[in-house]
């Protein structure tokens, strides 16, 4: 006797928005798998309940047809080849979709927060003073180092060019940056599109 397979649950309306970047292959580059990871690892830094808070987005934004729980938010975030842990397919256009519009979501949330960082950042740089002056600053950023240094592999090369804390910390600033540029309205759009920036032929 046949049985039906239940019909596949349908694609999220709010990843039709981003529009497909016209690559040759539907599977993901490198540095887009690369890049919506390290994002995520800089949320986690700035939000001690960052895990949390993107599984609550996750319902919130009606995605578990495509990030359908924790585990399933961890493989994915696995593509990034840098792992410790990495997996070895690629990302689809559905999944980065996905990981993007999350992405912008918990930046948004955390906006103030953001502008602050890079606020003190800036003042501290004015004046020539240790990123230690500024406690919340420093606590993101050495969050986001653990962070890094406990989750990537360390016998990558692009892990191995992050070997001081102060390559670290430029690159977690950098991240700050990037998040602070998600959270206007169209913010899912300029990410979209920015994770794509000399791919598309």
Known sequence: MQVDSPPAEPKPLILDALKDPGLPSTACPRRTQVDLDLLLLA????????????????????????????VKLWLLRSTNPMRLYSQRRALTLAEAKA???LICHLSKRLTVLIRQLLLGYQEL??????????FRLADYLHRFRSHFRARMNPRRAGVI??????KLNALA?????????????????????????????
């Open 43 to 70: 949320i986690e830094a700035l939000d001690i309940g960052g895990s949390q808070a993107m599984l609550a987005a996750v319902e919130q934004l009606s995605l578990r047809s495509i990030v359908s729980g924790r």
């Open 99 to 101: 990981l993007s519009v």
């Open 125 to 134: 740089s004015d004046r020539d003073l240790a990123l230690e002056h500024h």
């Open 161 to 166: 060019t992050y070997d001081t804390d102060e």
């Open 173 to 201: 600033i950098s991240l700050l940056r990037r998040l602070l540029f998600c959270t206007g309205t169209q913010g899912p759009q300029r990410l979209w599109s920015s994770l794509f920036d000399g791919e598309v032929v």
